[in-house]
């Protein structure tokens, strides 16, 4: 199966080929950093605290499970969180709020799934200044930000970075775009607050980054009907037939891989990263299985046996009490008292 996740995975000719537009990549995304860093660039601050979910390689690592695992981690220890996306795949001009029956075409799919799975509410533009503003215009009981990405948009200041690596894939060849996979260079994941490593099944950690990362496993948990999400139960439990697994992520063999270790009988089928999935793209009266994320997309014409795996995010302990710890310096729990003290 031919991608650029592929290409990247190595040096070879396609990486000499490009290696020019590479330099220059760097340059000028070098260039930038230098000038947010020197102020030649100004920054804003939202007002509240912010996180960022970010990497600094192109393609699906895992941010956006982490992320919805966040949020909702968040409003476990009594914060309003709320999430600011770019909104990669729709087609909404300016900074547009997401509602859960949002079309996945106009907001983007990732967000669409962290309205869906998190409540939280969540705003999606290019400007993330500006989504940050009319977020907080609306929803004025948020404490914290979410960016579910953004690492790279240094126009909006951010009080916790957080990089996230896929353990499968690492950095790649560790070249810039496009002849790798880097945005920004790997010692950049020394500059951020934490790196934290995806890790699917057996596939063990890296040891070969430039700096510590704290580990947060990605596994299968339960199954659910797209035409009744209250039917739902173990991905093990489904039907004993040959399925046909659909799936338009950035890293679709994460997916397949959790099937087979299942013992699903599947027949893979992946399409681009954020695939806007049409009905005649996958058989009506068959039995389907796909992620969350491509599963937002399809609700509207689902046949009956279309199923969505979700997804178990277990970050260690270590990277939870750290996290904690990290989130009290900056918004203390006064304010949790406050609200706990609101509801007496």
């Known amino acids: ?22 330099l220059l990549f760097a340059v000028v995304s070098g260039l930038r950093r230098l000038a947010y860093r020197r102020g030649w660039l100004a920054s804003h601050a939202a007002g509240v605290p912010v996180i960022v979910v970010g990497n600094i390689t192109a393609g699906g690592s895992g941010k956006t499970p982490l992320t919805i695992w966040l949020v909702n981690w968040l409003r476990s220890q009594g914060y309003y969180p709320g999430v600011i996306s770019r909104g990669y795949g729709g087609v909404a001009r300016g900074c547009v709020e997401v ?12 967000p669409l799934l962290i309205r869906f799975k998190t409540a939280a509410p969540v705003v999606v533009g290019r400007d993330r200044v500006a989504a940050a503003r009319m977020l907080l215009e609306r929803h004025p009981e948020i404490d914290v930000l979410v960016s579910d990405d953004g690492l790279q948009h240094y126009r909006l200041q951010r009080t916790i970075e957080l990089a996230v690596v896929d353990a499968a894939s690492g950095l790649g060849n560790g070249w810039p775009l496009p002849a790798g996979p880097l945005r920004e260079p790997r010692r950049r994941l020394g500059q951020v607050d934490a790196v934290v490593q995806v890790v699917r099944g057996a596939t063990p950690p890296r040891t070969d980054l430039p700096v510590a990362s704290w580990r947060v496993d990605f596994s299968a948990g ?15 439990a489904l039907p004993q037939q040959d399925w046909l697994a659909a799936t338009g992520i950035g ?3 994460g997916f ?13 089928r992946a399409f681009p990263d954020h695939h806007a999935f049409q009905a005649e793209d996958l058989p ?12 937002v997309k399809c609700l509207s014409f689902a046949g009956h046996q279309w199923w969505a795996l979700q997804l178990d995010v277990a970050p260690e302990p270590r990277f939870i ?3 904690s710890a990290r989130i009290e310096q900056e918004l203390p729990s006064r304010v949790r008292r406050e609200m706990q003290d609101e509801q007496f």
């Open 1 to 22: 199966m031919f991608s650029l996740q592929h290409l990247w995975a190595r040096t070879g000719v396609f990486t000499v080929l490009l290696s020019p537009l590479s």
């Open 99 to 110: 509602e859960v029956d949002s079309p996945a075409a106009e907001v983007g799919d990732e």
């Open 222 to 236: 339960s199954a659910y009907r797209l035409g009744d999400p209250r039917e739902t139960g173990p991905l093990r």
């Open 251 to 253: 890293r679709p063999q």
């Open 256 to 268: 397949f891989d959790m099937l087979q270790a299942a013992g699903i009988r599947y027949t893979p």
């Open 284 to 295: 009506a009266d068959g039995a389907v299985v796909m992620t969350e994320k491509d599963a």
């Open 321 to 323: 009490d750290w996290l």
